[in-house]
């Protein structure tokens, strides 16, 4: 998620992130629109209340998926927006991503790349730099430094969730509403490590991943939940060294909604997997 041409972490995020440094301005917002606190109150504590998300995610079954990740590395803020579906007792989501145009590139917008998440492993199609148009790039996401949670240009959203199993730090913010349905909103901070720790079997291996790939393992984030206890909306901030002092800031906001629709995801076939060298970029 860095400008090309690095080595070191930031090198291997940008081979992977789709040739671009991820960053932008996160436009899904949500209003009080009038709603009292107590129309949506918490059902009990804000810390139970956050970490078990994942849980109702689960039982909820699919969901529409809409995503931003906004990057700021060296002065440089460029952004990814991503739609799509996914099925969370599967582990497995569709999302079609919007790049932002290369600074300073003729030609036109940037065709969208195709990016299919599945437990442990990351598939995307149109991914250029030398791969052929039909063709997918595979990428084992546990070998990734960010176990994936940053990489691909949109957070697995059971992984995101999942992470917040590690939530020690939870204020209640009070009710809002969200694309018209009411939601609790809550912030504070989550431990990478914790939620690795108490992670189900299919996105331990990402989040132990990712406990070594940031320069914390506190991420802050603010979560909204409607009265089901489902996330309609997740937002989380990380930080890595980049190779630089400075290093670069990512925050990732997803948001769900048409629950329970049928998300179905259809792995790549063997022969459809790109097997050649991925050519980096000067861009």
């Not at 810390?47 to 699919?62: H, I, K, P, Q, S």
């Not at 989501?93 to 003729?106: C, F, K, N, S, T």
């Not at 049928?262 to 991925?278: N, S």
Request: hydrophobic residues 40%.
């Amino acid at each position: 998620m860095v400008v090309q041409g690095r080595r070191g972490r930031g090198a291997a995020f940008a081979a992977v992130a789709c040739g671009a440094v991820l960053a932008g301005a996160l436009t899904a917002g949500c209003s009080p629109d009038g709603v009292a606190a107590d129309d949506l109150p918490p059902t009990g504590s804000a810390v139970d209340e956050v970490r078990r998300t994942a849980d109702a995610l689960l039982r909820a079954g699919g969901a529409r998926i809409r995503s931003t990740m906004e990057t700021v590395s060296g002065g440089t803020r460029v952004a990814i927006r991503g739609t799509g579906g996914y099925d969370f007792r599967a582990g497995r989501g569709e999302l079609e991503l919007v790049l932002p145009d290369p600074a300073g590139e003729r030609g036109g917008p940037r065709p969208p790349v195709t990016e299919i998440i599945a437990p442990g492993v990351l598939y995307m199609k149109n991914r250029g730099a030398g791969v052929p148009a039909d063709k997918w790039v595979r990428v084992d996401s546990t070998s990734l430094a960010d176990g994936n949670l940053v990489t691909g240009g949109a957070t697995d959203p059971l992984t995101a969730a999942e992470l917040l199993r590690g939530a020690g730090q939870v204020t209640y913010r009070g009710a809002q509403r969200l694309d018209g349905v009411a939601v609790r909103h809550y912030s504070g901070t989550t431990d990478i490590g914790a939620a690795a720790g108490v992670a189900s079997a299919r996105t331990k291996p990402a989040l132990t991943a990712a406990e070594k790939g940031f320069t914390t393992r506190r991420v802050p984030f603010d979560a909204y939940l409607d009265e089901a206890g489902r996330l309609r909306k997740v937002r989380q901030s990380y930080h890595f060294a980049n190779g630089s002092a400075k290093g670069a800031s990512v925050t990732s906001t997803t948001q769900l909604g048409d629950f329970g629709r049928k998300a179905v995801v259809e792995l790549p076939e063997r022969g459809d997997i790109y097997a050649g060298k991925i050519a980096a970029t000067g861009r």
